[in-house]
């Protein structure tokens, strides 16, 4: 433990002034390929330094948060764009926190759009604390049952954990900066398509990420090769490849097992999948209209059926629960050891 909170130290202050020296970048070269040029090697380097750290909590979340959004970020930043980007010059203090952390400032919305996309209420992430806790419990019972249930719990809870982690990271960013930030999820469980699920409710962050990196740039390609009323279909799943390959380096982060492919296939699935949902959508013209009582379960079975297929075996293949589980009493004991606390106060949640 003491040598993971080293290089824990390590990747932090590269990470804080390599961001010290992009943002004076920004006051040298304009923006364009030689700005481009001169945060590339920063980008790179953000994909490496994960690797110095081996826990699911540092390395992990330090895969998805700098090896991904934050190099991502920074290419928007080579051209003025992303969230780094602004008309009026970002301060330094706000800088680092939105190149490192999954926040976005919030635009100022219409009273309708504030009503839609507000910040959850309280009530709503107790009752996910409540049903995370469930889907704990469960687990001490999963010798007796059936393989597929568990399964669905595993999805349940990673759902649960991604948007309080990401919902805690942006109150604290919040409190820090002082100003609104987006929510990353709209309940995805009511998502009435694929379309819907992916585009509008599941992590929308990453969707803010993507949408200018891949999407953008791959659907003005296309526009030249095959039109405007198709250009859309190659640009999804180019940015649904791209999504495969990034969560194929995060499992890696996690896991330490040579990637197989299945995620990168996971996404690619869904990217053709929404390609002909859309597609239909656009030949059909409104003739058939599915409820979104049907719709609804329809898609949520889909997302769920195919990542019992192809996204949740490599994630258990990295035994990513036990390891979890195993590094939060690492860290207690740590904490022990530094007499921070009173050992009798310590107990463990996965341990019921």
């Known amino acids: 433990m003491e040598g993971e909170i080293s290089n824990f130290v390590f990747v932090s202050a590269t990470i804080l002034s390599s961001l010290c020296y992009c943002y004076t970048v920004d006051k040298i070269f304009p923006k364009g390929i030689l700005r481009l040029l001169a945060i590339i090697p920063v980008a790179c380097l953000f994909i490496y330094l994960p690797l110095n750290l081996t826990t699911i909590h540092l390395g992990g979340t330090s895969s ?3 090896a991904w959004l934050g190099s991502f970020k920074l290419l928007l930043f080579a051209f003025n764009k992303g ?3 602004s008309s009026e010059s970002i301060p330094l203090s706000r ?4 190149a490192c952390l999954p926040i976005k400032f919030q635009q100022a919305p219409s009273p309708q759009e504030s009503t839609k996309k507000g910040q959850r209420s309280p009530l709503n992430y107790v009752i996910k604390i409540v049903l995370l806790v469930l889907c704990i419990r469960v687990y001490s019972y999963k010798d007796s049952i059936q393989q597929n249930i568990i399964w669905f719990f595993y999805c349940l809870h990673i759902y649960f954990m991604l948007e309080l982690v990401l919902a805690m990271v942006a109150g604290l960013a919040r409190g820090l900066i002082g100003v609104e930030l987006e929510p ?3 309940e ?8 819907d699920f992916w585009g509008r409710r599941w992590n929308l962050m990453v969707s803010n990420i993507l949408r200018p990196t891949v999407y953008e740039p791959v659907r003005s390609i296309s526009s030249s090769l095959i039109g405007k009323k198709w250009r859309a279909l190659p640009a999804v799943v180019a940015t649904f490849l791209v999504s495969g390959i990034m969560h194929e380096l995060v499992f890696y982060n996690i896991g330490r097992l040579k990637p197989t492919g299945e995620v990168t296939c996971f996404f690619l699935l869904h990217g053709v999948s929404l390609v002909i949902e859309i597609a239909a959508k656009r030949a059909l013209k409104g003739k058939i209209w599915i409820p979104g009582i049907i719709s609804g379960p329809l898609t949520l079975a889909f997302v769920i059926y195919t990542s019992f297929w192809l996204f949740l075996p490599p994630f258990l293949r ?24 009173s050992p009798n106060d310590l107990t463990c949640p996965l341990l019921g």
């Open 64 to 66: 998805f948060f700098i």
């Open 83 to 85: 969230p780094l980007s």
């Open 95 to 98: 800088f680092i926190p939105l």
């Open 184 to 186: 990353h999820f709209d």
């Open 188 to 195: 995805p469980y009511l998502a009435t398509s694929l379309q």
């Open 318 to 341: 990295g035994r990513a629960d036990w390891k979890g589980c195993t590094e939060s009493l690492a860290f207690i004991e740590f904490v022990k050891h530094q007499r921070l606390i």
